[in-house]
């Protein structure tokens, strides 16, 4: 036996709207890992309380910004077929709003892999940016020591030839 249909109008009491949003956004985040896995679907999902806060979902196989990027790179194409019949001012003001969300995407992810703003996160997210920082780490470390060995390759170089010349010159003060 199933529920009756709710009407669907804002709920006046903010506790019980702060309660069915809690339950709502859980059964919305499930939806989304359902249909992430049973149809092998890159899905990415941005929810913003009343209070401002942030809750997201992307599927497992990408992260929210890989996925955002396909999507922008989509729209963006899909508005340069059609800019041809607009305005350029036009592509502009849809430009404009798209640039500063990609803005803050990125100011967001900064403040993460600096460690501010972690409290919103998911355990996965978390995961998700340790692993990111622990690739850079090793990006890091492995050009790092690129550059020592050939640091120390081209000072050994330099001491040879040095050590030649002190020989040279050994040699022509003896003979002298």
């Known amino acids: 036996m199933g529920r009756g249909r709710v009407e669907l109008k804002r709920i ?22 359902e249909i992430s896995v049973l149809c092998d679907a890159d899905v990415a999902l941005i929810v913003f309380s ?13 992260s929210m910004e890989s996925i955002l990027e396909r ?15 607009s305005d350029p001012k036009e592509n502009w003001s849809v430009e404009y709003p798209k640039l500063m969300s990609r803005i803050e995407l990125l100011q967001r ?4 892999y600096m460690g501010q ?8 997210e978390l995961q998700s940016i340790e692993q990111q920082i622990d690739t ?8 790092k020591n690129q550059l ?9 170089k330099k001491e040879r030839a ?6 040279l010159i050994t040699k022509k003060v003896y003979i002298s």
């Open 117 to 124: 703003d972690l409290d919103p996160l998911s355990l996965r």
């Open 136 to 143: 850079s780490l090793k990006r890091i470390r492995s050009r």
């Open 12 to 33: 006046e009491n903010k506790i019980s709207r702060q309660v069915t949003f809690s339950k709502r956004r859980s059964g919305l985040l499930k939806k989304a890992n």
């Open 50 to 62: 009343t209070k401002g806060k942030l809750f997201q979902y992307s599927s497992t196989d990408s």
């Open 162 to 167: 040095l050590q030649e010349q002190n020989n």
């Open 148 to 156: 020592m060995h050939e640091s120390i390759s081209e000072l050994q």
């Open 109 to 112: 992810n900064i403040r993460h």
């Open 71 to 85: 999507y922008e790179r989509y729209s963006y194409a899909e508005t340069q077929m059609n800019a041809n019949d």
